[in-house]
Nanobody, 120 residues
């Protein structure tokens, strides 16, 4: 069955960097666009970034453009999110998922996510 296992989160100060990883299994990872989403306390889950199947095209929410970089390794069935210049408003649980139409999660299933906390 589908599994998405996110890791790499932590507690950091504003301005720091983190790299998140998402290991996927149970589907043909290499042919699907993948993305990252996040959910802050009391807010709805929102789109962060996505990448096409080949890794040649990426899309970002305006709030993270220029600071975050999404990438993937199809040989490892893994998608990454490099986060630089972190801000307190980036604090959230981060999730990965297949995507459709660039910024919509394609699976009803979600992994456990990884917590990112940015202190000011």
């Amino acid at each position: 069955q589908v599994q998405l296992v996110e890791s790499g989160g932590g507690l950091v100060q504003a301005g720091a960097s983190l790299r998140l990883s998402c290991a996927a299994s149970g589907f043909a990872f290499g042919i699907y666009p993948m993305g990252w989403f996040r959910q802050a306390p009391g807010k709805e889950r929102e789109f962060v970034a996505s990448i096409d199947w080949s890794g040649s095209s990426a899309y970002y929410a305006d709030s993270v453009k220029g600071r975050f970089t999404i990438s993937r390794d199809n040989a490892k069935n893994t998608v990454y999110l490099r986060m630089n210049s972190l801000k307190p408003e980036d604090t959230a649980v981060y999730y990965c998922n297949k995507v459709r139409e660039t910024n919509i999660a394609a699976l009803d299933y979600w992994g456990q996510g990884t917590q990112v906390t940015v202190s000011s």
